[in-house]
């Protein structure tokens, strides 16, 4: 166990995946930037885990490490014990947006990580994530005709229509409205529970982290680092008004402002 | 073309006959006006066209210079299309070929009919050539620039699900390029259908473009010239027509909708 980590996952549950020691540095026009500064952290099996971050301080680096598309300066991460290298269906990136494949329909979409499998079964799967997002009756729908919170469920559901083990999800309701957010995360919580994947979500919104997380890590600004890990003991659904929530609420906000010395 | 007020059904009609019409009237009085006894007036001109039916020629002449922009066209996109998609999604390539294919792209077909007739003889198959020319590169600037503007989320998302190289190539870089390469394509057949007709002056004795010229030759029969002259842009814009018909295929409509 890390020192960063104050409170370690229950020990029945499986490590699902770790990161050991992970830098990266860009090197670009001859200038070298550190981006992510030794980053260790450890996340059970069907845990949601919130990377929290201002914009721009890596945590979207460190997503596209755990998901294999790019390759750390040091360190690693491994998923199931062994080091990723690549993309894998294992774990499923989604997009902040425009994600989806605009010339398939919401079937087609569905369907895309599906090619394995023989058509019988492929057209279960495919209906029954149309029925867990709620896009019945838009089967046959372009992406174009949907508004910006189906897209999103229909990404979410092309990314678990192929039965991933985790789901790493960058800032995926970061452009929707704010209604729709907080519905979308509801959305999420009700998936979540249902299927049980270990899901990684970047966000910069504390109120989403607070809202989602089994813990919320909190990064510094670039080169980014582990401020400190806030383990939200609150169980689902949260009372976004309870004193208990607006004390770690409060807590990273805090620790945010230290982190920026604002 | 953003007007604030949309034109009502019968205007849309309406206004564009008049405006041909127009022109007609003024071509008509011009040559009645002016009294030349070379250029034919539009009635001269309908009275050729009849006659290029009655005898039959001219069916034969459309048909050979469809023909030949079938199998230029047709060789360039199965030659250009396989060459743009590889050319874009391997940069590196692209960066070797370039620089040649940027000197070569700014000739006009018509420079290489010397070129044509060394290496094929005068005949069909140096019209084609030429056809092929006039096609290719359009055809193959649009594949590379359709698969270079991928957005990388798709070549991501597409890794991600486990494709291979080809299933990549052929799911998610095709699809995704295909609008842009259909613009391509769409000004090719029109570049294809432009050079035809200065092909069939030069290399060949059927179609179009040796119908005009003949025309012209055997007794300067301008009716005829114009008959031909017109039945050129009609039978482009027919082309042209089915061609934007492609783009409203509802697998790439996303891609030709103005930003929503």
């Given at each position: 166990m890390s020192l960063t980590q104050p409170v370690s996952a229950p020990a029945a549950v499986a490590m699902k995946l770790s990161v050991e020691h992970l830098g990266v540095v860009f090197g670009r026009d001859g200038k070298s930037t550190p981006v992510l500064d030794d980053i260790n952290l450890e996340v059970s099996e069907g845990e949601f885990i919130c990377l929290l971050g201002p914009s721009g301080c890596g945590k979207s680096t460190l997503l596209n490490i755990m998901a294999g598309f790019l390759s750390p300066t040091s360190g690693r991460v491994r998923v199931d014990g062994e080091p990723v290298r690549a993309p894998d269906p294992r774990r499923v990136f989604v997009f902040q947006e425009r994600g989806v494949f605009p010339w398939l329909t919401v079937e087609g979409n569905i369907g895309f990580g599906l090619f394995k499998l023989p058509r019988a079964e492929r057209e279960e799967r495919i209906a029954h994530y149309i029925r867990m997002v709620g896009l019945?009756?838009?089967?046959?729908t372009y992406p174009h005709e949907l508004s910006g919170g189906m897209k999103q469920r229909l990404e979410v559901a092309r990314a678990l229509a192929v039965n991933p083990d985790m789901l790493l999800l960058d800032e995926p309701f970061g452009a929707l409205d704010s209604i729709t957010r907080l519905i979308m995360r509801g959305e999420l919580l009700r998936i979540w529970e249902a299927e049980r994947k270990t899901i990684i979500f970047v966000t910069h919104d504390i109120d989403e982290a607070v809202q989602l997380a089994d813990r919320v890590v909190v990064m510094s600004a670039r080169p980014a680092t582990i401020q400190r890990i806030v383990p939200i003991d609150i169980p689902h659904p949260r009372d976004?008004?309870?004193?208990?929530?607006?004390e770690l609420r409060d807590g990273i906000f805090q620790q945010i402002g230290l982190a920026h010395k604002l | 073309m953003n007007s604030l007020s949309e034109p009502s059904r019968w205007e849309r009609f309406v206004w564009p006959i008049a405006a041909s019409a127009t022109l007609l009237a003024l071509w008509h009085y011009s040559v009645l006006w002016s009294g030349t006894k070379v250029f034919p007036s539009p009635y001269d001109v309908e009275k050729g066209m009849a006659e290029l039916l009655k005898h039959h020629v001219l069916w034969g002449d459309i048909v050979d210079s469809l023909r030949r922009v079938g199998v230029g066209f047709g060789a360039a996109v199965m030659i250009g299309v396989p060459l743009g998609l590889v050319l874009g999604w391997y940069p590196?390539?692209?960066q070797v070929v370039n620089?040649?294919?940027q000197i070569l792209r700014p000739i006009s077909p018509i420079a290489w009919i010397p070129v044509a007739i060394i290496f094929f003889g005068v005949g069909d198959r140096a019209a084609i050539f030429l056809i092929f020319l006039g096609a290719f590169f359009p055809i193959v600037v649009a594949c590379i620039n359709g698969v270079s503007n991928v957005p990388s989320v798709f070549r991501r998302a597409g890794r991600n699900?486990?494709?291979?190289?080809?299933q990549l190539l052929a799911r998610v870089l095709l699809p995704a390029?295909?609008?842009?390469?259909?613009?391509?394509l769409r000004i090719a057949l029109g570049i294809a259908w432009l050079v035809v007709v200065a092909a069939?002056?030069?290399a060949v004795d059927s179609g179009l473009g040796f119908l005009i010229i003949d025309s012209r030759n055997s007794g300067k029969r301008y009716d005829l010239v114009v008959a031909a002259i017109l039945i050129i842009g009609f039978i482009g814009l027919v082309l042209d027509f089915g061609f934007r018909r492609l783009e409203k295929l509802r697998s790439v409509r996303w891609g030709f909708r103005s930003e929503s």
């Open positions: 019945e009756g838009f089967e046959k976004i008004s309870s004193p208990r929530y607006l | 590196a390539i692209n620089p040649t294919m699900f486990g494709l291979t190289p080809p390029a295909l609008p842009q390469i259909l613009i391509g069939e002056m030069i």
